[in-house]
């Protein structure tokens, strides 16, 4: 039975330990994050409503990036104002 609970309790905290941030530029990679976390954790969507050819930067994207442990996105060829941002952030 201790073995069990010591089992659960490092399955938990494993689990609990993945989930720090997962930032997406696109709706496009959200739905492809998004199905590959399923149950793991929610990726949050940096630019919606917004494609990323045409990005209207705020300082909530700016904090959802700083925080973010992980970000994805297409690159400064489809995604040019964000690369600033992005290159300025050591992680």
């Given at each position: 039975m201790?073995?069990?609970?010591?089992?659960s309790?490092?399955?938990?905290?494993?689990?609990?330990?993945?989930s720090?941030?997962l930032v997406?530029?696109?709706?496009?990679i959200y739905?492809i994050?998004?199905?590959i976390?399923?149950?793991?954790e929610?990726?949050?969507?940096?630019?919606?409503g917004?494609?990323g050819?045409?990005?209207?930067?705020?300082?909530?994207?700016?904090k959802?990036?700083n925080d973010?442990?992980?970000v994805i996105w297409l690159?400064?060829?489809?995604?040019?104002?964000?690369?600033?941002l992005?290159s300025n952030?050591?992680?």
């Amino acid at each position: 039975m201790f073995r069990v609970f010591v089992f659960s309790m490092f399955s938990l905290m494993s689990t609990l330990g993945w989930s720090q941030g997962l930032v997406v530029s696109t709706h496009p990679i959200y739905l492809i994050a998004k199905e590959i976390t399923k149950g793991v954790e929610e990726p949050q969507l940096l630019l919606q409503g917004q494609s990323g050819h045409d990005v209207q930067l705020t300082p909530a994207h700016r904090k959802a990036i700083n925080d973010a442990s992980l970000v994805i996105w297409l690159g400064k060829a489809h995604e040019a104002p964000l690369n600033k941002l992005l290159s300025n952030n050591k992680k």
